[in-house]
């Protein structure tokens, strides 16, 4: 029965879809959200925002999808679709090689690098016992170093606070918007928040678009 309601949903969605009926769409996914993964929920949802190009929308449930642990090409395509879309100074096009590394972890589940590590610790483990790696010591110190993708991901994971801006966003000099703007930033961009003040939050990287924005206007990760 759970596959036959399953099946029928994915048709529905599918019909309204290509029928170009893309707000019934948003409505029939929120409606049936309890019944659907959150994978096939943040992913599909994601696809029809973007379809509707409303792009903060739709990156925000892709960004969802991919912390659920899905990472499909599909995915991957349709983030590259939004970002040439948008064009802004955010975490995933900055220059700086830190920010870099900041979004790839970020956009990589935890799931993944426990799974390189344990492939690389089995790999290691079957070697010693066929004998074609003896020393025990060799062994050992090769585990540790089998274990850097776990402890790389926690260290630039642990401790940061990934958002999206959903619609378009003013970026405030102070936590208030008696500050000056700085700037504007179209619904879609990804950055890190640090501080927060009553309802206002502080974009520390990229340090190009660092300032102060409200909570309405950003989804967290």
Do not use: C
């Not at 799931?111 to 610790?121: D, K, N, P, R």
């Not at 003896?134 to 110190?141: E, G, I, M, T, Y």
């Not at 700037?183 to 502080?202: E, H, L, N, R, V």
């Amino acid at each position: 029965m759970a596959n036959t309601s399953i099946n029928e949903l994915s048709k529905s969605l599918e019909t309204l879809y290509l029928d170009g009926k893309l707000e019934e769409a948003v409505d029939f996914l929120l409606k049936n959200k309890p019944v659907l993964s959150p994978i096939d929920f943040h992913y599909n949802l994601g696809v029809v925002y973007t379809k509707l190009g409303q792009f903060g929308p739709g990156r925000y449930q892709f960004e969802l999808a991919m912390k659920e642990g899905y990472l499909g090409s599909d995915i991957l395509n349709n983030l590259n679709v939004i970002k040439s879309q948008i064009q802004v100074a955010d975490i995933s096009s900055s220059d700086h090689f830190y920010d870099q590394l900041l979004n790839t972890f970020s956009s990589i589940p935890m799931a993944y690098s426990f799974s390189i590590a344990l492939v690389l610790i089995l790999t290691l483990l079957i070697l010693f016992r066929v004998k074609l790696l003896k020393s025990k010591k060799f062994l050992a110190v090769s585990i540790f170093f089998s274990l850097t993708p776990i402890a790389l991901h926690s260290y630039f994971i642990t401790g940061k606070s990934f958002a999206i801006s959903i619609n378009e966003m003013k970026i405030y000099e102070g936590p208030s918007a008696i500050y000056d703007v700085k700037q504007t930033m179209p619904g879609g961009a990804k950055f890190i928040t640090g501080k927060s003040d009553k309802g206002w939050f502080y974009i520390d990287y990229p340090v190009e678009i660092s300032g102060w924005v409200k909570k309405e206007d950003i989804g967290l990760l």
